[in-house]
C-alpha cells in the first residue's frame, strides 16, 4: 500500500476501504505519511466526500491512534452529551448534574474552547479549587461512585485527532463534513460513553450557520455513532441569538447556578430539558420522553440538580460553597453598559456579533493557547422579541481594560436590530435527528 495511491482514489472520487483508510492514518502518525501527502489527501476529501463507511472508519482510525477510557467499571450505561458550540452555551454544568439527579451516569471529557467563550474546562476553573485534571482511574472511579465526572481531555487522547486537524487549520479543509464528524465522534468513542447526545447548533453564533448543513452534521455524526453500536441522538438547536442572558466564564457559571435553583432563562431551562430527557431515555432511565422530561423537572424544581451540583464540585476538589456565595468565584470588572437608541421591539440580536464582542473583552480565545479573561463578559438585559424604550438597558460589558469596552460596545450595538412591530420568534429547537432520520 502506498500513501500516494490512497490520495490519487480519494481524488477521483472513489471510496477507501478501512485498511487503507488505517494505513493512511497510522502512516501520519508514524511519520511514514508525509503532511503534504496528509494536506493533499484532505483537499482530495473536501471535494470528493466520503460515504458512511470510510467516514465511520476514519472515526475508528482516529480514536484508536492513542489512549482510550473503558467505562464498564460504571455498571451502567454512560451517556455523553457534546455541544457543536455557541455563543452563551453554559448548557453541560446545568444538564450533568440534572440528570445525574435523575439517575444517569454522565461521564465527560471536555476541551478549552475555541470558541467565543472558553469551553467547559475554562468555565469549571471559575470555580476554587476545581481539578478538571484528574488521572484516568479517578475519573472512571468517580463515574462509577457518584455516575458524574468531567475532565480535561489529555493530549494522548486521538493524537492523530489532534495532527490532521492542525493541518486542515492551514489548509482551508476545517469545513468538511465528514472531517468535522469523525473529528468529534472520534473522540466520544475514545473517551467511553455507551451512548451520546449531540447537540448541533445552527446559525450566526454557531460553525454551522446554515440549518441544512447543520441537519448534514447531525446526520453524518449520528450514523457513525449507530455504526460503531453507541446509541446516538442530535438536536438542532438555535444559535442565532445567545443561549440565556450570560456571555463570559464566570457569568455563566453564576448563570448555570441560578438555572440548577429552579431561576434559569426559559431557553436555558428548556434546552436543559430537552436535552436532558434524550440523555435518560439514551441511558436507559426512562422509557417515554414525557416522563423523562417531567423527572428532570421536578429534580429542578425540588433542588436535587443543584444538591447534585453542590455534590460534584466537592468530588472534584472545588468550594461548593460558590453555589450559594457566586462571589466566592472572584471580584467582578466595573460595568460599562449600552443603551437602546430607539424605542421598540428587538428584532435579533446576532450571536456572531456578540461572541466577537465576547472574544473582544478577553472572554474568549482567538486561536487556541490565547490567555483569557475568566471574569470578561457581558449581560444581555434583553433579547429578541423584548420590548424596549429608548435609553433602556440593553446589555453590560465587564472588562478592566476601557479600549475593550469601546470595542466591545460597538459591536453589541451593531447585534441588536429593532423592529416596530413584536417580530415572529423562531423556535429553539429545529429538529431532532436518530437512526429512523438517516
Ligand atoms: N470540533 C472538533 O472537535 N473537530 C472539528 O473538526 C471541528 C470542531
Redesign the pocket.
Known amino acids: 500500500m502506498r500513501a500516494v495511491d490512497i490520495i490519487q482514489k480519494k481524488r477521483d472520487g472513489i471510496s477507501l476501504s478501512a485498511e487503507e483508510i488505517n494505513f493512511f492514518i497510522n502512516g501520519l502518525q508514524n511519520g511514514e505519511t508525509a503532511d503534504y501527502q496528509a494536506a493533499a489527501w484532505l483537499m482530495a476529501v473536501y471535494f470528493s466526500g466520503m460515504d458512511a463507511a470510510e467516514t465511520a472508519a476514519l472515526t475508528m482510525a482516529l480514536a484508536d491512534s492513542g489512549e482510550k477510557i473503558d467505562l464498564s467499571a460504571a455498571g451502567r450505561k454512560v451517556v455523553d452529551k457534546h455541544s457543536t458550540g455557541g455563543v452563551g452555551d453554559k448548557t453541560t454544568l446545568v444538564l450533568l448534574p440534572l440528570v445525574a439527579a435523575a439517575g444517569a451516569a454522565t461521564a465527560k471529557l471536555s476541551g478549552r474552547g475555541l470558541g467565543h467563550t472558553g469551553g467547559t474546562i475554562d468555565k469549571l476553573s471559575c470555580i476554587p479549587g476545581f481539578r478538571t485534571d484528574l488521572s484516568r482511574e479517578e475519573f472512571i472511579n468517580q463515574v462509577a461512585e457518584s455516575g458524574l465526572a468531567v475532565m480535561a481531555q489529555s493530549p494522548g487522547l486521538t493524537p492523530a485527532d489532534g495532527m490532521l486537524?492542525a493541518l486542515r487549520d492551514v489548509t482551508a479543509t476545517?469545513d468538511s463534513i465528514p472531517?468535522?464528524a469523525s473529528?468529534?465522534m472520534s473522540?466520544k468513542i475514545a473517551s467511553g460513553a455507551n451512548a451520546i447526545v449531540l447537540d448541533v447548533k445552527a446559525g450566526s453564533g454557531a460553525?454551522m450557520k446554515e440549518r441544512e448543513n447543520a441537519v448534514l452534521l447531525a446526520k453524518t455524526m449520528v450514523a457513525i455513532g449507530e455504526s460503531l453500536n453507541r446509541r446516538t441522538i442530535a438536536l438542532i438547536t438555535a444559535m442565532d441569538q445567545p443561549l440565556g442572558h450570560t456571555v463570559g466564564n464566570h457569568l455563566e457559571v453564576i448563570e448555570a447556578f441560578e438555572t440548577l435553583k429552579g431561576q434559569g432563562p426559559a431557553d436555558l431551562v428548556e434546552l436543559c430539558l430537552q436535552l436532558g430527557a434524550e440523555m435518560l431515555l439514551a441511558a436507559g432511565v426512562e422509557r417515554e420522553y414525557e416522563a423523562a422530561y417531567v423527572r428532570l423537572s421536578q429534580k429542578l424544581s425540588d433542588g436535587s440538580a443543584l444538591e447534585a451540583m453542590r455534590q460534584w464540585i466537592v468530588r472534584q476538589g472545588g468550594d461548593a460553597g460558590v453555589v450559594d456565595e457566586p462571589q466566592k468565584l472572584g471580584v467582578p470588572h466595573p460595568a460599562r453598559e449600552l443603551l437602546a437608541s430607539t424605542d421598540g421591539y428587538i428584532l435579533g440580536l446576532d450571536a456572531g456579533m456578540v461572541g466577537r464582542a465576547s472574544v473582544l473583552l478577553g472572554a474568549g480565545r482567538s486561536k487556541k493557547g490565547d490567555e483569557i479573561d475568566l471574569m470578561a463578559g457581558i449581560r444581555l438585559n434583553k433579547k429578541t422579541g423584548d420590548m424596549v424604550r429608548k435609553g433602556d438597558l440593553l446589555a453590560e460589558v465587564y472588562t478592566g481594560s476601557g479600549e475593550a469596552a469601546a470595542g466591545a460596545l460597538v459591536y453589541l450595538a451593531d447585534a441588536y436590530t429593532y423592529s416596530t412591530v413584536p417580530p415572529l420568534l423562531t423556535p429553539l429547537i429545529y429538529e431532532r435527528v436518530d437512526r429512523n432520520s438517516l
Open positions: 486537524y476545517v472531517l468535522i473529528s468529534v473522540k460553525f
